[in-house]
């Protein structure tokens, strides 16, 4: 079983950044895909960005794309979400999550891992 603590979150201004750190304990990180995912007020949990065990593949929602950035560092059992160009809409709990299958899938119910999240808020 892997745990999974998400740490980083906090109150930002639009246009600003954030870093989103995700450690990992319990199990062989290194061989788990890994993504982010995250729930806006009122809202369902929607995928953010993934990365391969190995930190070779990435994938991003197009809302984040060329904004934030996934990765990993298997040494040290985390992995990072950078968030720039920060927007209102952005404001979210956002979860760490592991164990899918495909670091393809989207979907939050193939992921096996969930962290407890962390709260972003970005204001205008």
């Known amino acids: 079983q892997v745990q999974l603590v998400e740490s980083g979150g906090g109150l930002v201004q639009a246009g600003g950044s954030l870093r989103l750190s995700c450690a990992a304990s319990g199990g062989t990180f290194s061989s788990i895909n890994m993504g982010w995912f995250r729930q806006p007020p009122g809202k369902g949990r929607e995928f953010v960005a993934a990365i391969s065990w190995s930190g070779g593949a990435t994938h991003y929602a197009d809302s984040v794309k060329g904004r934030f950035i996934i990765s990993r560092d298997n040494a040290r059992n985390t992995v990072v979400l950078q968030m720039s160009s920060l927007k209102p809409e952005d404001t979210a709990v956002y979860y760490c999550?592991?164990?899918?299958?495909?670091?393809?899938?989207?979907?939050?119910?193939?992921?096996?891992?969930w962290g407890q999240g962390t709260q972003v808020t970005v204001s205008s």
């Open positions: 999550a592991g164990g899918v299958t495909s670091w393809r899938s989207i979907l939050p119910n193939t992921y096996r891992y």
